[in-house]
């Protein structure tokens, strides 16, 4: 099993916990993936979860990435729009 979140809260890494029961007990986070969104100034990226019913090639991730100021939200189409992401597990 592989729990996925956001290993912080604004300038963040995506992180990952093992598991063999869903009860645990599970692995210390590992960073899986750095979104990059998250090197720049006032972006905030969160909200990072795994889509396991999404079957493929990985497992499908996804995040959100905002501005603190909403005037940036208005003028930066790149932004609020969930970030899907195709992560490869050894």
């Keep these: 099993m592989v729990g996925v979140h956001s290993l ?3 300038d963040t890494e995506i992180g990952i916990r093992r598991s063999l029961k869903p009860e645990g007990p ?3 986070a590992e960073a899986a993936f750095r979104p990059e969104e998250s090197g720049r100034k ?3 990226v969160y909200a990072a979860k795994a889509h396991p019913h ?3 090639k990985g497992l ?3 995040y959100a990435a905002n ?3 909403p005037a940036i939200l208005l003028s930066d189409m790149s932004l609020y729009y ?3 992401v195709l992560l490869s597990l050894p």
Excluded: A, E, K, N
Aim: glycine fraction near 20%; charge should be positive.
């Design 67 to 69: 501005p603190q100021d």
């Design 60 to 62: 499908l991730l996804t």
């Design 54 to 56: 999404l079957r493929g």
């Design 8 to 10: 912080g809260f604004g």
């Design 42 to 44: 006032g972006i905030l």
């Design 82 to 84: 969930p970030r899907f």
């Design 26 to 28: 599970w692995s210390r």
